[in-house]
């Protein structure tokens, strides 16, 4: 039978926007994808706005939301669908009145049912937990266990994303806990097939 799940897809840390759009607009037309995170670290806000700008032009074509990580600002700035912030960085009251009420907002919330409920009340859109799998693209200092998405399903109905080392060979588990969406990076950009066939494969998978 096959289970209903979205793919959050998370871009790579560094883009080269010429290069990286062809690439994209493929993963795209998959219609797989139900939201993109732009996550670039270590580059200026001028390359931030610009790679957000760019990346627009293609995922209204698929009215696919767009998300900034950790910055309100350029969302708002570039036009962007709303933005995913961690434990760390803006506080949601913060976004929410930078971004308004329509915009989306998500939060880390590590493997913490306390962060998720705190995030909901102070107006997120949804949570994000884990890492449930060792990263390859990012360290972390929390470890999810799979009971947190069984809790949230019970107590709230506001989306949650699985996020840490995703891929195609272990993210079933995820799904029958309750994740209704699942971050992934690396097995999308780094599979040497292409995004494409990458974004079909946990299809054909969740079909078995």
Known sequence: MEKKFGIYLITPEKINLKDFREKFQNALETNRVSYVQLRLK???DEII????????EITKKFDVPLLINDRPDIAKKSGANGVHIGQYDY??????EMLGRKLIIGVTCHNSIDLACEAVNSGANYVA???FYRSITKKTDFQAELSILNWWRKISNI?????????????NNLITHGANYLAVISSIWKNPKGPAFALNEYFKESSE
Not at 91 to 96: G, H, L, N, P
Not at 159 to 171: D, E
Request: proline letters at 3%.
């Open 42 to 44: 270590n580059c200026s």
């Open 49 to 56: 706005l610009e790679t957000a700008n760019g990346l627009l």
């Open 129 to 131: 937990f884990g890492a």
């Open 91 to 96: 506080k949601i009251t913060e976004a929410r």
């Open 159 to 171: 989306p949650c994303v699985a996020i840490g080392g995703i891929t195609q060979n272990n993210f």
